[in-house]
């Protein structure tokens, strides 16, 4: 008999064995599913977990009305109508002047900082704009401005680090840090932002606070208005350096270790990482990066949110190396490996009793 | 080295962990006493303990001595100037990061209670590791700062203490930082500013260093299987892109990890493509360690 | 010579001698049924459960460090032309069938027979009716195709298993060392707790070909250590396709494949939370 011939028949030899064992194993396990191992993917349906409409959804909706219908009739019964008397289209200028809403003050302050641009150049005078006109495109600017902004941050971050070749370290290596506190300057251009936004609605309403507070005049808001922001700034970029240079974490690590020593000393084990998984927003970030799901090549995967919905099986819970790479890029800083030590010793609770 | 007889692998290796329950219910409640005052205490840990069985020595041949890390660790110390009192097995017991990690709480702490209690015993205002995963256990599950005794890695107590290096031919190393000392400890500089002592060394940084640094795949001695070793791998072919000739690790288990892998791979001659050694950072200085006229 | 040990070698060999072992005699097997004795450089096979051809060992120790029950012990052949000791196996009964000495001799001189084999293997009827996949467990990590074939040819030799390293950092850190004390009080603390528990945890089970492992699946939880602590894990002994799903976790649980499990309790040692048992077989 030649050797193809042998080869052939261990061939079939050996596939009816393999047959023979998983029909085995078939037929002994009542649980064994169609395919061995299912994507874990968000956006399975069998995979989402939620409320029904009915009753949970209606009960809660309807108390929630109720509610808001309720305090509607009492502050209808029991404060005034503010309108004093009719107004009079004909009066020459309103005091206090009417407002728009609250959202859009800073707009309003917009229009009120603006004044005329001209200038007289070797006295020819130049009218550039009026302060209605550029009061107005300032506004669209600032929105603009919050529009481009991720397109020009990726922009720069591409022209800064071109990014590796590895598809997996693309996440770690490019672009900038992810939480403010690693970038002290972005942080503070925003909270500048945020600062001056609030600033602009406060001057917006100058009129009205010189009402009640005289010394509070129009060119003392004017600069605080400037200058405020700025000042705002200063100090997160120099608190968040200081930081920075101190090698801090956004997450203190005494208060970390003590909540964790507290856990397993007084063996109470009240899940404290669940709530901290609760700050989870699904970047994915930790996916990217976990060595081990790299290797084991799986489907997509979100470790860290999924673990919250308890999309986790045993397989992921014990066979985390517990590196930490996931919490070292977390934009929220969840601390994945305490809790899968925690879970551990949570199973192995379970299973010696 | 003064040991005679190489002790083999008897046992797969959950026994060792059975054994160090084991030694955790054979109470030792006998107060301690040493001989004199140190300033320094040297924990050298499991490294001796393990060497019992976790040597692999079917695929080593002997060479993965664990115990070699301490012996070098009390050399350099000695030569910093430093006399550590060695709290060694006879009178400690194992740190328990391990069962910590495998979630047997149970285990870690009776070893924290006997551990913390012959700590105070002995009178050390410093305690020394050469591990990094003992480092964070003793600072961090054990909270030795907050009893009066500060923990330090090894790397931490050397930096700074006048130690002359110097290699005896040009090398190009590079330093593969642990989870537990980077990540976990935040100490990326102390085994970095050791490696910039040695004369003839060049330092060079693998792809991913740092707070991005690739783990040895194995931690707590959970796993060793084909998607733990896909990771030591990719952490040594890092190395090998690198075209270095030493991989310093700053744990005695990052040390045993890739070793094992290295050795592993010599067993198949035509897959392995790293040519480097791979060392612990104790050993290494040892070797290029220039000893004092005397 | 042939490359490994005769397969047939408990019916074609003759019985030759025996040689005192703790518990029982080791048999000694050669070809034409005469013994010269340990130095006479003509040793033949050695042992019925546990076979080692003394003539092809070359005496590397993988075979001792492998063993987790101790079966051998170095044994000296002074002026034999392939090694000048041999692995001798006293502690034979004591074979828990795992083997993993197999798996790890670089020549191929080892074969184990299942104590419950050995009459029909004596009596010739090896090659003819011992299952194709006893053979396969033997050749871990050919082709499957091959492992059949290896009923009726030769096996093939191995290649060079070490390929040696210069070591040269390694050989320094070591004179470096050379006068240093190594601490070893560790280890003197472990060994003798390691043969105890080691020697408990083996008289407590039960365990052979009559004997099967078996998952409580309510204890395992799912973490793998038996997976690959089991020898035979590449052939499917433990299946891993399970899944069950609680409220609060869900976890694969480990399976044992009957057919290949030799009941040699290595999972038991492996699993953390006592989840494996050894019960007898129905």
Same mark, same amino acid.
């Given at each position: 008999m030649g050797d193809d011939t042998e080869n052939l028949i261990s061939e079939y030899q050996q596939g009816r064995q393999a047959e023979d064992a998983a029909e085995r194993i078939g037929r002994r396990t &009542?649980?064994? $599913? &169609?395919?061995p191992r299912q994507a874990h993917s968000v956006l399975e349906a069998s995979h989402v977990k939620g409320e029904p409409l009915y009753p949970h959804e209606l009960v809660r909706d309807s108390v929630l009305t109720l509610y808001v219908t309720s305090i509607l009739f009492f502050l209808s019964a029991f404060i005034p109508p503010p309108l004093h008397r009719a107004a009079d289209p004909a009066a020459s200028t309103a005091f206090p002047p009417p407002l728009p809403d609250w959202y859009l003050l800073w707009a309003f302050g917009c229009l009120k900082v603006a004044w005329d641009i001209e200038f007289t150049i070797l006295g020819h005078h130049f009218f550039l704009m009026t302060a209605k006109v550029w009061g107005t495109l300032v506004q669209g600017m600032i929105i603009g401005m919050v529009v481009a902004v991720p397109f020009i941050d990726r922009a720069l971050g591409y022209l800064i680090d071109p990014g590796p070749k590895e598809g997996m370290m693309d996440v770690l290596n490019s672009g900038h840090a992810r939480r403010p506190i690693e970038d002290p300057v972005r942080a503070a251009i925003g909270v500048w932002g945020l600062a001056f936004v609030v600033m602009l609605s406060i001057y917006s309403i100058n009129a009205n606070i010189v009402l009640y507070y005289p010394a509070v005049t129009t060119s003392v808001l004017a600069r605080v208005t400037l200058w405020g922001p700025l000042a705002c700034a200063g100090l997160t970029y120099l608190w968040l350096d200081r930081r920075r240079a101190e090698g801090a974490r956004p997450l203190s690590d005494e208060e970390r270790f003590e909540l964790y020593r507290d856990g397993i000393t007084s $063996? $109470?084990?009240? $899940?404290?990482?669940e709530f901290k998984l609760n700050r989870c927003y699904q970047c994915g970030l930790c996916d990217d990066i976990c060595p081990v799901r790299t290797n084991e090549g799986e489907e997509e995967l979100n470790i860290i949110f999924n673990t919250f919905q308890n999309e986790h099986d045993g397989v992921a819970k014990w066979s985390c190396i517990t590196c930490g790479m996931c919490t070292a890029i977390c934009p929220q800083n969840i601390e994945y490996v305490d809790y899968v030590l925690e879970q551990r010793a949570i199973a192995l609770q379970g299973a010696a009793t | 080295m003064s040991r005679t007889e190489p002790y083999a692998r008897t046992i797969p290796h959950p026994l060792f962990e059975r054994m160090i329950i084991n030694d955790v219910d054979t109470p030792d409640e006998a107060p301690w006493q040493p001989e004199r005052q140190h300033e320094y205490g040297y924990f050298p840990g499991c490294v001796d303990f393990m060497d019992v069985e976790v040597k692999f020595s079917h695929l080593n041949k002997g060479d993965a001595d664990h115990a070699s890390i301490a012996a070098a660790a009390i050399k350099l110390m000695n030569a910093a100037g430093i006399d550590p009192l060695i709290l060694d097995m006879n009178s400690f017991k194992c740190c328990g990061h391990d069962q910590l990690w495998q979630g047997q709480l149970e285990v870690f702490d009776e070893l924290k209670a006997h551990n913390l209690r012959r700590m105070q015993e002995s009178g050390i205002r410093t305690l020394v590791v050469t591990c990094a995963e003992g480092y964070r256990t003793f600072a961090v599950d054990y909270d030795l700062p907050g009893q009066g005794i500060q923990v330090e890695h090894i790397t931490q107590t050397l930096r700074g203490r006048g130690l002359k290096f110097k290699s005896p031919e040009p090398v190009r190393v590079t330093f593969h930082d642990p989870c537990r000392l980077g990540r976990m400890m935040g100490e990326y500089d102390a085994p970095r500013d050791l490696i910039q002592l040695v004369d003839g060394a060049e330092m060079v940084e693998l &792809?991913?260093?740092? &707070?991005?640094a690739l783990c040895c795949?194995?931690?707590?001695?959970m796993y060793c299987n084909d998607a733990t070793k896909a990771v030591r791998k990719k952490r040594l072919d890092q190395g090998t892109d690198a075209e270095i000739q030493v991989m310093l690790g700053g744990c005695p288990k990052c040390y045993m990890h890739m070793q094992c892998l290295l050795n592993e791979e010599r067993m198949d001659p035509g897959e392995h493509n790293h040519s480097f050694e791979m060392l612990d950072l104790m050993q290494f200085l040892s070797a290029c360690l220039v000893e004092e006229a005397a | 010579m042939a490359a490994g040990i005769d397969r047939q070698y408990l019916s074609a060999w003759k019985q030759a001698a025996t040689h005192a072992g703790d518990s029982e005699p080791v048999q000694i097997w050669t070809q034409d049924g005469t013994y010269g004795g340990l130095d006479s450089g003509k040793l033949g096979i050695w042992g019925t459960v546990v076979g080692v051809d003394f003539d092809m060992c070359i005496a590397d120790g993988a075979c001792i460090d492998a063993c987790p029950v101790d079966v051998y012990e170095w044994i000296d052949s002074p002026g034999h032309a392939a090694s000048e000791r041999k692995p001798f196996m006293p502690r034979e009964p004591d074979c828990i069938v795992c083997r993993a000495c197999e798996e790890v001799c670089p020549v191929d001189a080892v074969l184990i027979t299942d104590p419950g084999d050995v009459e029909a293997a004596m009596a010739g009827a090896d090659a003819a009716a011992a299952p194709a996949i006893t053979e396969a467990v033997a050749t871990e990590g050919e082709a499957s195709a091959e492992a059949a074939a290896t009923v009726a040819a030769e096996p093939a030799i191995a290649a060079p298993v070490w390929e040696p390293k210069p070591d040269v950092w390694l050989q320094r850190m070591k004179e470096s060392l050379a006068d240093a004390n190594l601490p070893d009080t560790g280890m003197a603390k472990a060994k003798p707790l390691f043969k105890e528990i080691r020697k408990e945890t083996l008289d407590s089970l039960s365990r052979g070909k009559e004997f099967i492992a078996l998952v409580h699946n309510d204890k395992c939880i799912g973490c793998t250590q038996c997976v690959y602590f089991c020898n035979f894990a590449s052939i499917d002994m433990i299946g891993w396709e399970l899944e069950t799903r609680t409220d609060a976790f869900e976890s694969k649980k480990a399976l044992i494949v009957e057919d290949t499990c030799t009941g040699c309790t290595l999972c038991v040692f492996a699993c953390p939370v006592e989840a494996i048992t050894m019960e007898a077989r129905a």
């Open positions: &009542e649980f064994t $599913r &169609e395919t $063996r $109470r084990m009240q $899940r404290i990482y | &792809e991913n260093s740092r &707070e991005k795949g194995v931690s707590s001695m | -």
